[in-house]
């Protein structure tokens, strides 16, 4: 293996740390920032994923509230449950966990939360002020990403960043990120209708892997010496996480590459910990430390 490992679980330590000192002054100030999270049925995976963000908030000192509605719960209850939280002071972060079952409708619940409140960055009051270039709450993936290459010092202005996958949640808010003025990377938006992938891919000094198709990018799609990042979570039979790259083969040939697991997942909840963070000081009206 050539590639220097990006090591998304020590980063993502060390951002817990910065956060839990910045949440114990915003306590002792009045303000313990409170994170909920909506979690609508019992499909597994979205059980431990909240599991995880419960586990995370008390390791910062954050209050977490979790809702739980059953699988059957109406759009008019879930409505309710979201106006509920919107209304309460002690929550200062809201997220509705993805996927909700087939007869909910993911984006009505997504509009429902208040914008101040909207720390998975979904809400078009979000997504429009990131497009405008004035970004509130960035979805935390994406963030992660970008904190990650900052944190590694690999140079983003002029690169070019291949983006396969268009998704609300990453790939399209990440292209927004990364192309801002300021950050200036080359963004190519690549998706499932792209023509010659590869072409594209082996011209990238940064491929990011955000379509969720296991072991998708091989050695022979990157240049030598690139940056690969992975944001794929396929679920193996075997219970084990894979990413969207060839972990093995594309190591040989890339300079830099993120693990599955242990790169950009546990960004992704320090993220989410740090738009709640951000959330609480906004609504408190207290300054930045
Ligand atoms: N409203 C909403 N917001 C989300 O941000 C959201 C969502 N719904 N639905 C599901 C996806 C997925 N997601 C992950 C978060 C952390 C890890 C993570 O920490 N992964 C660890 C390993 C975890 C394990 O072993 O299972 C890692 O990659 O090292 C993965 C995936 C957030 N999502």
Do not use: C, F, W, Y
């Given at each position: 293996m050539s590639a220097q490992i990006i090591d998304g679980k020590a980063v993502a330590a060390a951002q817990r740390d910065r956060i839990a000192a910045e949440v114990a002054d915003l306590t002792a100030a009045g303000v313990q920032p409170g994170l909920a999270a909506v979690l609508v049925g019992d499909d597994p995976a979205s059980h431990v994923y909240v599991g995880m963000k419960e586990k995370d908030c008390a390791a910062v000192g954050m209050r977490s509230l979790g809702a739980r509605l059953p699988s059957d719960v109406t759009q008019e209850t879930l409505h309710a449950e979201i106006?509920?939280?919107?209304?309460?002071?002690?929550?200062?972060?809201?997220i509705v966990q993805m996927p909700l079952p087939d007869h909910l409708d993911e984006v009505a619940a997504q509009d429902r939360i208040a914008p101040e409140k909207d720390v998975d960055g979904l809400h078009p009051h979000s997504q429009g002020q990131l497009m405008r270039g004035v970004p509130t709450y960035v979805p935390a993936t994406p963030l992660g990403c970008q904190v990650l290459l900052e944190h590694y010092d690999i140079p983003l202005s002029g690169a070019n960043v291949?983006?396969?996958?268009?998704?609300?949640?990453?790939?399209?808010?990440?292209?927004?990120?990364?192309?801002?003025?300021g950050v200036d990377a080359t963004v190519t938006c690549c998706h499932s209708r792209t023509k010659d992938l590869a072409a594209h891919t082996r011209g990238a000094d940064i491929v990011i892997m955000a379509v969720g198709v296991a072991r998708m990018l091989t050695a022979d799609m990157v240049r030598e010496g690139a940056v690969v990042i992975d944001v794929g979570i396929t679920r193996g039979e075997d219970g084990k996480l894979v990413g969207d790259v060839d972990f093995d083969g594309v190591a040989e040939v890339a300079g830099w590459i993120t693990p599955v697991p242990g790169g950009v997942g546990p960004m992704t909840r320090a993220m989410l910990l740090e738009n709640t963070l951000r959330a609480a000081r906004t609504q408190s009206g207290q300054p930045s430390s």
């Open positions: 106006d509920r939280l919107n209304e309460d002071p002690q929550v200062h972060g809201i291949v983006i396969v996958g268009r998704s609300t949640l990453v790939g399209r808010p990440l292209a927004m990120l990364l192309s801002r003025k």
